[in-house]
């Protein structure tokens, strides 16, 4: 990592930093190094599934919103379904009345719409969530690699 970018890294104030993620959001050139790694030679590894896991949830959590969207969408797709169930059970209570059990239509009905507007209700907080996140991280918008012209003054 040159210079510059370890400049750039230390204005992230964040203070659980996915850094993998960080870097490559600069923008600035990156180059693979390939390089041959040898087998361990005793002990086991430090970095276990659970912590590759912990890591993988970072980088997705860092740099999106996603999974809160994801969640709206669910809730809308949720409380589809759930109108669909309370249609059926409307259905099985007054054309086929004598197969259904006494309450069992008014519960279903009841379960099924709560359900999908919890799920929605905590997609919509979600999505206000995922934005006091954004703004909290304080992330610069943009970075200036080079001023071309000008007097010189950063």
């Known amino acids: 990592m040159t210079g510059a970018v370890a400049d750039e890294l230390r204005k992230y104030r964040e203070r659980s930093r996915f850094v993998r993620g960080i870097v490559a959001s600069m923008g600035y050139r990156q180059a693979e190094v390939a390089f041959d790694r040898d087998e361990r030679f005793a002990g086991e590894t430090k970095y276990p599934l659970r ?3 912990r890591l993988a949830i970072d ?16 809730g809308f797709v949720v409380l589809a379904l ?27 009905c009841v379960v099924l719409f709560l359900g999908g507007t919890q799920m929605l209700s905590l997609g919509v907080i979600g999505a206000y969530v995922g934005r006091i996140y954004s703004e909290a991280q304080g992330r610069p918008l943009y970075l200036v690699r080079d001023v071309i012209g000008g007097d010189g003054e950063r």
């Open 82 to 108: 759930s109108l669909l169930g309370i249609v059926y059970a409307l259905a099985m209570k007054f054309f086929r009345p004598d197969i259904t059990v006494s309450g069992w239509t008014m519960m279903m």
């Open 59 to 74: 980088g997705m959590t860092s740099f999106s919103t996603a999974p809160l969207k994801m969640i709206t969408r669910l």
């Open 51 to 53: 912590k590759m896991a």
